[in-house]
């Protein structure tokens, strides 16, 4: 083998294809997955979820490593090994501001798979089923120690009233709502390679959306899936072919990493 690299694969559209709650990974993937654990390489999914949202799902996909919540939360060999919130100050500040100008909110001030509203508006308003969301009266984020997302209903373009809300990592995944919440994959890739002394140059990360434009940077190589946004492919060090048509096995055997 040649020197160990590591590899990161975001989740949707790159290692799983199919519609939501009807994803597989396909065969010929799961094929270089298991190539490449036997060259010695190390493997991880990269995914802007939680950990609570996402651990279930890391080991259901067979990894045991993880850079979670945008960048900031690292898991590896099964074990969490932090998780950094939100900046506290601007996140009650953006609260502050929706209240004040009307706009529904919920927070998740902790790690868990349900989010906090004041009231029951945001279900009503997003009908969203992401995770739970539970009503607790006179919610009030300054009761938390820590925030590690905030999620604002709203349409867009709505939200460039909230002036506080540039202060933050946010991206917009549903019409009816947006998530605030850490949003640079390669802090947490860089966290991890750190952890084992490794080098930055063999890095390996694989994507196909706007949320991997953080993770596609020029201290390593990234691969953009053909299903990819043009975005993406312009950032790319190589384009390789649809998630769905072979394509982590065919870039792996592109440069030599499997036979």
Known sequence: MGKKKFFFFDID?????????????????????KKLEEEGH??????????AMAKDHMKELGFKNMVSDGGNGITINEELIEIKPLDYDKCVA???????????WAISPDNETRRLAPDNRFYDFTHDIYMDTVVQDGLDPRDFDQIFKVYVACFAPEE???????DLPWCRFHKEYL???????????????????????????????????SMFIDEWTSIAMGN??????????????????DGIYNACKHFGWID
């Open 13 to 33: 559209g790159t290692l799983a294809v199919g519609t939501p709650g009807n994803q597989y990974i396909p065969e010929s993937t799961k094929l270089a997955l």
């Open 42 to 51: 190390f493997l991880a999914i990269a995914t802007g979820r939680s950990y």
């Open 94 to 104: 953006l609260v502050d501001e929706c209240k004040e100008k009307g706009f529904i």
């Open 160 to 166: 460039e009233k909230l002036e506080t809300l540039n």
């Open 179 to 213: 998530f605030v919440e850490p949003g640079d994959k390669s802090v947490g890739i860089k966290a991890i390679v750190d952890h084992f002394g490794g080098d930055y140059k063999d890095v390996v990360v694989f994507g196909d959306e706007k949320n991997d434009l």
């Open 228 to 245: 990819a946004i043009d975005e993406l492919k312009e950032k790319a060090t190589y384009i390789t072919s649809d998630a769905d048509d």
